[in-house]
Nanobody, 120 residues
């Protein structure tokens, strides 16, 4: 039913920037929040940033001041602008969406992931 497609990953030098995008095949009214997670080799998947349909956002402490999450409701798309990249940011980044008729009963949907590698 629902598909999330990420793009924008790649190789970047430390201190550089990348922007990731994720588009959902779902109507805007059913998407209550969208988020970015990441998983580095040998580590658990962790939340990077989340944004609600109303525009409120939260960030992991490790990316505050460097990453910015945004969304385009009309296009069912979420972005994350990643600046001042560090080698520690190297991971597979996954798009997540909370989708359903009601926020309290929304289900999680995941993209396939896009690789980000930051070299020093």
């Amino acid at each position: 039913q629902v598909q999330l497609v990420e793009s924008g990953g790649g190789l970047e030098q430390a201190g550089g920037s990348l922007e990731l995008s994720c588009v959902a095949s779902e109507t805007t009214s059913r998407i209550h929040a969208m988020a970015w997670y990441r998983q580095a080799p040998g580590k658990r998947r962790e939340l990077v940033a989340v944004i609600t349909r109303g525009g409120r956002s939260n960030y992991s402490d490790s990316v505050k001041g460097r990453f910015t999450i945004s969304r385009d409701l009309a296009k069912n798309t979420v972005f994350v602008q990643m600046n001042s990249l560090k080698p520690e940011d190297t991971a597979v980044y996954y798009c997540n969406a909370k989708i359903g008729p009601l926020p309290s009963t929304a289900s999680d949907y995941w993209g396939q992931g896009t690789q980000v590698i930051v070299s020093s």
